[in-house]
């Protein structure tokens, strides 16, 4: 009897023990989990912000976070950057959370792409999504030649998004095409998010045993008894955040390029060199993250070739005009990339073109007239001085020159006290001639 009870037990406990994989197939993403991670966007979505974005992502799985809320509020931004952020979003093995937040706040354009991919969307009253039609960098309209493909080509992203994430397909083209915005509250109707929540308490107890399926899996986010954990952006996200503005770059590259300029044509003056240096790298590392035409930077390079050459040859102004209109030229077609709305703002643009080209044509003349300036000091510089001799030259003598008295020699006698021209320096002795008396 007691052998049967036993083998009883010990099948009951192999039984249990080879059903807890099935028992917790289906089980909450937070069940070993103690927190959550958190992200605040409050910026144009750049290449900084994707980067931030990215590591957000990618700590979060490692530190085997529920979940990570990304609160966002971003007027919009760069088409490739939110490219690389929604696939971050949906190929993250961490449920994403997208919560416009906080009043206020807006997913316009950039944002509409990236609230559609998140895996549970949501917004703050007071808040709207929308107008996500192409623009360039500047805010103007793309270029003509373009639209029509770049259009298209957003509205199929959008349209994937939402396919992929179950959301209102139909008015994501609207907002592409049409530019429509609406409220968190018309989202909501419209299909476009998830759910409407007042602050993130709000949003924590409406996500409590919320399931979604991520990567073929069905998973339920508890919330209950999490600690919130905030991921803050590093240094070196803060410098890409600022530096991959396209107007920023651009002004990197300028004063870096000046910088250096400026250190080759006046050496010695350090600081220049140093502040260009700087910048330049800075301006290098933006351009390798936006879409950049290789044709813009070679012209720019070639108006630094101009400028220099103005300071060797005596083309009367003709290389620095040359070097002006590589200038704007090259500065025009930096970020005119095909399939590419970025462009540099008119205001960035116009006052930066004047101002370096001001610039390099006020260093390249000072550089010039300092080459052709008589010598001041030195053996070149005797040349021309006036004189008085003060033992007879018969051809040798001694003259007084600029405080200091010098042997001398000339072709004729000059008696001692008559004022004299001096000719060359060789070898410390003057060859001087007479000043004929008027």
Known sequence: MLSRIAILRCAFTLALFFSMPLLFHHGSVASASNHYNLIRIQDSINPGAEDFIEYAISSSEQDGAAFLIILLDTPGGLLTATRGIVQAILNAAVPIIIYVHPSGAQAASAGVFITAAADIAAMAPGTNIGAAHPVTTGGGDVPSSMSEKVVNDTVAFARSIADQQGRNAD?????????????????????????????????????????????????????QGLEERTISPGWQHKILRAVSNPNIAYLLLMIGLAGLYFELSQPGAILPGVIGGISLVLALYALQTLPVNYAGVLLILLAIIFFLLEIKVASYGMLSLAGVLSLVLGSLMLFRVPGSTSRLASSVFVPTVVVISVFFVTVATMAFRAQIRKPEIGADAMAGLIGEVTKDLDPHGKVFVSG???????????????????????????????????
Not at 432 to 437: E, Q
């Open 171 to 223: 008015w994501l083209e609207k907002a592409v095409r049409k530019s429509v915005s609406i409220t968190a509250q018309e989202a909501f109707a419209e299909n476009v998010i998830d759910l409407v929540a007042a602050d993130i308490p709000a949003l924590l107890k409406r996500l409590d045993g919320w399931e979604i399926e991520k990567k073929g899996q069905k998973k339920k986010i508890i919330t």
């Open 404 to 438: 200091e008295l010098w042997n001398a020699e000339s072709d004729e006698h000059i008696a001692a006290g008559q004022k004299v021209e001096v000719v060359s320096v060789d070898n410390l002795k003057l060859k001087v001639k007479k000043i004929d008396a008027t």
